[in-house]
């Protein structure tokens, strides 16, 4: 599994930005890819039970959910019919994401010889070491092909015809050339992680040109930041358009401040998130920044139709992200995740295409100024509404990727501070002095075991980077 470490020549004469972009994301831009974009649950679906019908070697299968519902069942059946033909199948899958899963699903899967592997089991003696996710979508047959993106394997992502209820709308990829080894080596890794040892076989170590899109792989490590950086990176850069497609829109303040600065000189800066989303309390968290982006010259979009879980960016007319992170400290510090950045103006055009059509089922958020006698809506800020009355879409809330016991308590906490920061603030602050008053002994050992593992984990980073700095 190890692979040792090249030095590669450095380009002293080739693009600034796209060496800058592989440095903070440890990777490199790989040539040669054939890109094929799918626009939802559907697609992608038959695309991947196509590829599983297919393959000759292995597949290799990793997800945050996998459900036992209808479209979890067709999976299960084509894996078992592939193993039964002598494939190799490993399914990896994250415990938080899938514990709603019956064991009897992994137990079937299991008894016609498909290795299953649960990624980071929740375990109490070790609370922190527990958040730690596995946010991937992916897939890869053969070291050839390989499909990833937001795209979790659930009836909501499936849609109900029948019942006209449409899938949720998301986004992933369908990749062959080069760039796939890559991608199997980093669900190698994974697996490893995982209390287990790699699969006994082999990812190619060259695979031919199959067409013209460079692809860099971005594997998200917590705490790493790599796609972060990047986006700052991109951000900074963009000279014509950045377009945002995001589920979970939760940007720390400097992401905030690059796409703004970007807005005021000129770029065109736009946004695109659900006006309706199976977790009600991320969405207060995303409307907190509209006003500073709007006045900056960002223009933002809720979409109203089925669940928008899509989480693509397009950069002028060079870069396409696409993947499995959401623009929020969770997918940056806490999870694994694994994103693409393609450049070529070919992939960027598709999906520049696609976010337009996606406007035409959105609404536009707009500043207008307060209904009040005059002397006072001149001094009071605009408010920020919605160009026109958003709906409500048809069919009953899937579930979401968080319980609905966590949603309650968040709601909770940021229930009351809708519009400003400085309410949830407030709110919380209060809050724990009634509970250091009223307990003022549990809150004092809870503190302590906090900064304990605090301290437990900062050390934890400073001994795995000086060790990584020596080796």
């Not at 080596?185 to 994974?190: K, Y």
């Not at 040892?197 to 594997?219: I, L, N, T």
């Not at 806490?334 to 089922?361: C, K, M, W, Y």
Request: some cysteine; overall charge positive; aromatic content about 8%.
């Amino acid at each position: 599994m190890t692979r040792p470490v090249r030095n590669r020549p450095v380009d002293v004469a080739g693009d600034p930005l796209g060496r800058a972009v592989d440095r903070v994301c440890n990777t490199r831009a790989i040539p040669g890819n054939a890109i094929t974009q799918l626009i939802d649950g559907p697609e992608a679906f038959a695309a991947m039970l196509a590829l599983i019908d297919q393959a000759q070697q292995w597949v290799h299968f990793e997800n945050y959910i996998i459900r036992d519902d209808a479209i979890g069942t067709r999976f299960a059946e084509r894996l078992i019919a592939a193993a039964h033909r002598g494939i190799s199948v490993s399914v990896l899958v994250d415990h938080w994401g899938s514990r709603r899963t019956s064991r009897g699903y992994w137990k079937r899967l299991r008894s016609h010889g498909i290795h299953v592997r649960t990624f980071n089991r929740l375990n109490v003696l070790r609370p922190f070491a527990s958040v730690r996710r596995n946010h991937r979508k992916y897939m890869g047959v053969d070291g050839m092909d390989a499909i990833l993106g937001g795209i979790c394997i659930g009836d909501e992502w499936a849609g109900e015809p029948e019942r006209g209820q449409p899938p949720w709308r998301d986004a992933a990829v369908h990749i062959v050339g080069p760039a796939v080894p890559k991608l199997e080596w980093s669900f190698l890794r994974l697996w490893q992680a995982s209390d287990g040892p790699a699969p006994d076989y082999r990812v190619p170590a060259k695979v031919d040109p199959r067409g013209e899109a460079a692809v860099r792989v971005v594997e998200g490590v917590p705490g790493s930041l790599r796609l972060y950086r990047a986006i700052g990176l991109l951000a900074a850069s963009a000279a014509g358009r950045i377009w945002v497609t995001d589920a979970y829109l939760v940007v720390a303040t400097p992401l905030f401040a690059s796409l703004g600065a970007a807005a005021r000189d000129g770029v065109d800066v736009r946004i695109l998130v659900p006006g309706h989303t199976d977790i009600p309390a991320v969405r207060t968290l995303t409307r907190v920044g509209y006003r500073e982006l709007l006045e900056a010259g960002v223009r933002i979009w809720e979409w109203h139709g089925p669940m928008l879980h899509a989480k693509t960016i397009v950069v002028d007319d060079t870069f396409l992200k696409v993947g499995s992170s959401n623009l929020n400290p969770s997918s940056f510090l806490a999870n694994h995740e694994l994103d693409v950045l393609i450049s070529g103006p070919t992939a960027s055009g598709s999906a520049a295409q696609q976010f337009r059509r996606d406007l035409t089922n959105a609404v536009e958020i707009v500043l207008r100024p307060v209904r009040a006698p005059e002397a006072l809506s001149t001094r009071l800020p605009p408010a920020v509404v919605p160009s026109e009355p958003l709906p409500v879409p048809p069919g009953q809330r899937a579930p979401g990727e968080l319980s609905r016991r966590t949603v309650v308590a968040l709601r909770t906490v940021v229930g009351g501070a809708r519009r400003s920061l400085a309410g949830a603030v407030v709110f919380t602050l209060l809050g724990s002095g009634v509970l250091f008053v009223a307990l003022p002994r549990v809150m004092a050992y809870g503190l302590a075991v906090f900064c304990f593992g605090l301290a437990g984990a900062a050390t934890w980073q400073f001994l795995e980077r000086r060790r990584h700095s020596e080796g």
